[in-house]
């Protein structure tokens, strides 16, 4: 009987070694997500945006495509849509290394950084767009930020939005019998 217990003693400590290594790393932690890329991702390049992020080359079949969509709202705000591809947007707190296809958005005013989004809604305040043609950019970024890039060029979109004069509020200024604002009392001739 001894050597049955050997048996067991032995297969006892051979469970618990494989238990024990499969609960290992168990955690989340610091392990790339299904999809993930653990390898460095694109090429970088010695090319940079306006605030001297570089540029983070992929082939085109690879990287992400942006686009936006800017409709007026009735408080005179302009509702901002982005639509992606080959993207998704990292929540806060993700560790700052890049990982194919996911990153965060970043809004462009006229070429002034506007706010960073890691979702593809934004409401643009109507104090932000003075009166005329202004164009608004959304670009895409990695977690490290770099900017995603193809053929030397940065993975974005642009939209063109006009803002009129807000309608005056109170009275307003009558009109002739033929539509055109009256300025001045009408005289009889």
Same mark, same amino acid.
Not at 13 to 39: H, I, K, N, R, Y
Not at 78 to 95: N, Y
Not at 101 to 108: N, Y
């Given at each position: 009987?001894?050597?049955?217990?050997?048996?067991?003693?032995?297969?006892?400590?051979?469970?618990?070694?494989? /238990?024990?290594?499969?609960?290992?790393?168990?955690?989340?932690?610091?392990?790339?997500?299904?999809?993930d890329s653990?390898?460095?991702?694109?090429?970088?390049?010695?090319?940079?945006?306006?605030?001297?992020?570089?540029?983070?080359?992929?082939d085109a079949?690879?990287?992400?495509?942006?686009?936006?969509?800017?409709?007026?709202?009735?408080?005179?705000?302009?509702?901002?849509?982005?639509?992606?591809?080959?993207?998704?947007?990292?929540?806060?707190?993700?560790?700052?290394?890049?990982?194919?296809?996911?990153?965060?958005?970043?809004?462009?005013?006229?070429?002034?950084?506007?706010?960073?989004?890691?979702?593809?809604?934004?409401?643009?305040?109507?104090?932000?767009?003075?009166?005329? /043609?202004?164009?608004? /950019?959304?670009?895409?970024?990695?977690?490290?930020?770099?900017?995603?890039?193809?053929?030397?060029?940065?993975?974005?979109?642009?939209?063109?939005?006009?803002?009129?004069?807000?309608?005056?509020?109170?009275?307003?200024?009558?009109?002739?019998?033929?539509?055109?604002?009256?300025?001045?009392?009408?005289?009889?001739?």
């Amino acid at each position: 009987m001894s050597w049955t217990r050997g048996v067991l003693a032995v297969l006892a400590v051979c469970v618990l070694l494989l /238990t024990g290594s499969a609960g290992c790393g168990a955690g989340d932690e610091g392990e790339p997500e299904a999809g993930d890329s653990a390898t460095p991702v694109g090429r970088l390049l010695d090319t940079t945006d306006e605030e001297g992020r570089r540029y983070r080359e992929v082939d085109a079949e690879q990287a992400p495509e942006a686009g936006i969509e800017v409709q007026p709202e009735a408080d005179a705000s302009w509702d901002v849509r982005l639509t992606v591809r080959d993207f998704r947007f990292s929540p806060e707190g993700t560790e700052a290394k890049a990982v194919a296809g996911r990153g965060v958005a970043r809004l462009f005013l006229d070429g002034d950084h506007l706010t960073s989004l890691r979702g593809p809604r934004y409401r643009l305040a109507a104090d932000l767009v003075p009166r005329g /043609t202004h164009q608004l /950019t959304v670009r895409l970024y990695a977690d490290d930020d770099t900017v995603w890039a193809v053929d030397g060029e940065p993975v974005e979109s642009t939209a063109d939005i006009t803002a009129s004069e807000a309608e005056p509020t109170g009275a307003t200024q009558p009109e002739d019998i033929e539509g055109r604002t009256v300025t001045e009392p009408a005289t009889d001739r």
